[in-house]
C-alpha cells in the first residue's frame, strides 16, 4: 500500500539580524529588509540613530562657533530684516544667538518622531485608500523610520564637514550640497533655493526606499511604479507649498 508522504512544513522566511541589521539590509539588500519589516515592523532603532547622528552635527556646529556666522547670512539674504532699523537688527541679531542653538537641539531630538509618526498616518491613508492595501499603523512607521535612513549618511557627512570647514562658510541647511539648489549665487532668492534645494539626491534615495517598502508590504496590491509615484506627488506637493510660504515672507 502506499505511503501518503504529508508535505513538508515550510520553513519560516528568514529575518534581517536584527534592528542593526535592518538598518545595513536597507542600504545593501533594501527589497528582502522591508519584506522583513513588513512581517515584523520595528521602528526605534533607525529614528533614535537619526537623532544621535543630528545632535553630532549640531553638537559640532555649536562647538566650532559656526551660529554667529550663520544667522549673520540668514538677516542677509532676508529683504524684511534689513528693512529693520541697525539697533533691531542687532537685538534680533542677539535673540537667535542666544534661543538658536537651543531650539536647535530640541528639534533635532523631536522632529524625526514626528515627521516619522506623521507621515506614517499619511502613507497609511493615502496607500490604504489608493490601492486598498489594508495597512497597519506599525507597519506604516517600520517602513518610514527605515526608508529615511539615507539621513543617517547625510548627517554623518555633515559632522565631517563641520569639522573640517571654516564654520562661517557652512550653511547649517545645507551641509552636504546634495541638491541643485547648492550651486546657486549667494544672491539668488530665497524661493528659488528652496525650490532648487529640492532636487536633492538624498529626497529620491529616500522616495525610491518609501515606495520598495511600501511594495513590500502590499506586493499583490501594490506596483512600485503606483508606490513611486504616490509618493512622488506628496513631496511634489510639498515643495509647492515650501517655495510659495519661502517666496511670501522672504
Given at each position: 500500500m502506499a505511503t501518503v508522504t504529508a508535505p513538508a512544513a515550510q520553513a519560516p522566511e528568514p529575518e534581517s539580524g536584527g534592528a542593526f541589521?535592518?538598518?545595513?539590509?536597507?542600504f545593501f539588500s533594501p527589497k528582502a529588509t522591508f519584506e522583513s519589516i513588513a512581517r515584523r515592523p520595528t521602528w526605534l532603532v533607525p529614528v533614535l540613530l537619526l537623532c544621535l547622528v543630528s545632535l553630532g552635527v549640531v553638537a559640532g556646529f555649536?562647538?566650532?562657533?559656526?551660529?554667529?556666522?550663520?544667522?549673520?547670512h540668514q538677516m542677509e539674504s532676508n529683504s524684511r530684516?534689513?528693512?529693520?532699523?541697525?539697533?533691531?537688527?542687532?537685538r534680533v541679531f542677539e535673540a537667535q544667538l542666544k534661543w538658536g542653538?537651543?531650539?536647535a537641539y530640541?528639534?533635532?531630538?523631536?522632529?524625526?518622531?514626528?515627521?516619522?509618526?506623521?507621515?506614517?498616518?499619511?502613507?497609511?491613508?493615502?496607500?490604504?485608500?489608493?490601492?486598498?492595501?489594508?495597512?497597519?499603523?506599525?507597519?506604516?512607521?517600520?517602513?518610514v523610520s527605515h526608508a529615511y535612513l539615507p539621513g543617517v549618511i547625510s548627517g554623518l557627512l555633515g559632522v565631517?564637514?563641520?569639522?573640517?570647514?571654516?564654520?562661517?562658510?557652512?550653511?547649517?541647511?545645507?551641509?552636504v550640497a546634495s541638491n541643485v539648489g547648492a550651486f546657486l549665487s549667494s544672491e539668488a532668492p530665497r524661493w528659488q533655493v528652496a525650490?532648487?534645494?529640492?532636487?536633492?539626491?538624498?529626497?529620491?534615495?529616500?522616495?525610491?526606499?518609501?515606495?520598495?517598502?511600501?511594495?513590500?508590504?502590499?506586493?499583490?496590491?501594490?506596483?512600485?511604479?503606483t508606490a513611486f509615484f504616490s509618493v512622488f506627488g506628496l513631496w511634489f506637493f510639498y515643495v509647492l507649498a515650501k517655495t510659495g510660504i519661502t517666496a511670501a515672507f522672504s
Open positions: 541589521g535592518r538598518i545595513i539590509g536597507v555649536s562647538q566650532r562657533n559656526g551660529w554667529p556666522g550663520y544667522f549673520k530684516m534689513q528693512q529693520m532699523p541697525p539697533d533691531q537688527q542687532q542653538p537651543r531650539v530640541i528639534q533635532v531630538v523631536i522632529v524625526p518622531f514626528v515627521m516619522a509618526v506623521a507621515l506614517a498616518g499619511i502613507f497609511l491613508g493615502m496607500f490604504n485608500l489608493v490601492s486598498g492595501a489594508q495597512l497597519n499603523f506599525k507597519t506604516s512607521l517600520g517602513i565631517l564637514i563641520v569639522f573640517l570647514k571654516d564654520p562661517s562658510t557652512v550653511d547649517l541647511q545645507n551641509i525650490l532648487l534645494g529640492a532636487l536633492d539626491v538624498f529626497s529620491f534615495w529616500t522616495m525610491i526606499l518609501l515606495a520598495m517598502g511600501f511594495r513590500a508590504a502590499v506586493p499583490k496590491k501594490l506596483s512600485f511604479a
